[in-house]
Every structure is written in C-alpha cells, then in structure tokens.
C-alpha cells in the first residue's frame, strides 16, 4: 500500500497565532513531499517541494517565512503556517512520492485551515 | 490562457449513464496524464495514469489521450451513485511537478 496521513484534519485557530501540520507517509519512505492549497471550488495548487535533509522549494508567490516546511526524517513534513490570517483558511494537502523510480504522488486526506 | 482547462460541470447523469469528463492543456511539455477522483474533505486518489496517446482502460474508466489535440478524457461506463466525486485531470512534464484542473463535481442519481 501507500499511505499518507495528516494531522490535525482540522483546525480552527485565531488570527496571530502559528498553526502547524503533519503529513507522514505510513508505510513507504518518501525523500519527496508536496504541500498543496486547495480552496473551495478551486484545484490543487502547488505550494511547495519538499526534499528530506534539504530545504524546501517554494513555488513563485508563495511566503517562505510564512509557510515554514520541515522534512526531517524520510517518513515526516511538517507546515508550519507562521502569524495565520483568515486569508490563509483553506484546505492543505499534502502528497508523497512512492520511492525515486516511480512518479505517482499519494495524497493525504487534508487540513482544513480556518483562522479567524 | 491557463495551462489546463476542464469542464466546471456540475455534472448530474442517472446510474448506469456513460460519463465524459473532459481537459484540454497548452503545455506541450506535458508528457504525463493522470485523473484523480476527490470525494468531499478528502484528499485526491490517484485513478488513472497514462503517458501517451491512446487509450487506456481499468475497469469500468478508460483514459483517453490525444497529445496532438492537447485533450484528455475520462470515460466512466455503467456510472453509480459511488462515483459521485469531483474529478481532477492532473499533468506533468519531466519533473515531478503537478499540474491541476479545476475539477468536475459529479453527481450520479440512483
């Protein structure tokens, strides 16, 4: 199989305060995750690359040092979204890459995100 | 123009109905086709994958690619109220970067 989860699946937090969101894969390794933006009625959009032991790439028009992502261990990303503001509620997900020959990303459940 | 086009639906057709979903993309570099099925607050499951033209059939989906047109479809035969999703058309070129469609929300009525 290939797992992914993410935790929380959903979060409510105030306007200010830093949230943060863990995608694992369950029973492979991933050297390659990918945190997505999802809002309603609207596709996945790609927010981030995110490599184990490396630091992420971010997609252009996407913060940085407002998205913070870890991938420390091969199994582990974490988002961290730094001084959230209700224009970043929305649905996060996360995706894995299933080992280095093959390209099929598998895809968490989501957070839904809403800051108030 | 975006990169990738779909159908916004909604779509409602009655079980046992043959459904089209439908993209079309501009980016010739796109090499690698895949549709996703997402059910409401869940995350996209990967069904089909294709990388060239041609068709490609699983069960009850085929997948279809004609990379001269730059259009991709997405058969569902004998549709049942189980299928009721939105579905996604997702591309790449040689990296591992996805591209999505918008997605159609599909309905199938018993």
């Known amino acids: 199989g290939a797992v992914v989860s993410q935790h929380p699946s959903r979060v409510i937090c105030k306007s200010g305060t830093s949230v943060k969101i863990e995608c694992r894969s369950l029973?492979?390794?991933?050297?390659?995750m990918f945190w997505y933006r999802q809002f309603p009625k609207q596709s996945l959009m790609l927010m981030a690359t995110?490599?184990?032991?490396?630091?992420?790439?971010?997609e252009q028009g996407v913060e940085k040092d407002k998205f913070l992502i870890n991938h420390a261990s091969l199994t582990l990303s974490t988002l961290t979204v730094t001084s959230a503001h209700p224009e970043d509620s929305s649905f996060y997900i996360c995706s894995a890459l299933k080992g280095a020959s093959t390209d099929t990303q598998y895809f968490g459940p989501g957070t839904r995100l809403t800051v108030l | 123009q975006k990169e990738v086009e779909q159908d916004p639906g909604p779509l409602s057709v009655p079980e046992g109905a043959i459904v089209s979903l439908n993209c079309t993309y501009s980016n010739s570099a796109f090499q690698y086709f895949m549709w996703y099925r997402q059910y409401s607050r869940k995350g996209p499951e990967l069904l089909m994958y294709?990388?060239?033209?041609g068709n490609k059939e699983d069960g009850r989906f085929t997948a279809q690619v004609d990379k001269s047109s730059k259009y991709i479809s997405l058969f569902i035969r004998d549709s049942q109220p189980s299928d009721s999703a939105t579905y996604l058309c997702a591309m790449r070129g040689s990296n591992y970067k996805l591209t999505f469609g918008k997605g159609t929300l599909l309905t199938v009525n018993p």
């Open positions: 995110s490599n184990e032991g490396s630091k992420a790439t971010y």
């Open positions: 294709t990388y060239s033209s």
């Open positions: 029973d492979f390794q991933a050297t390659t």
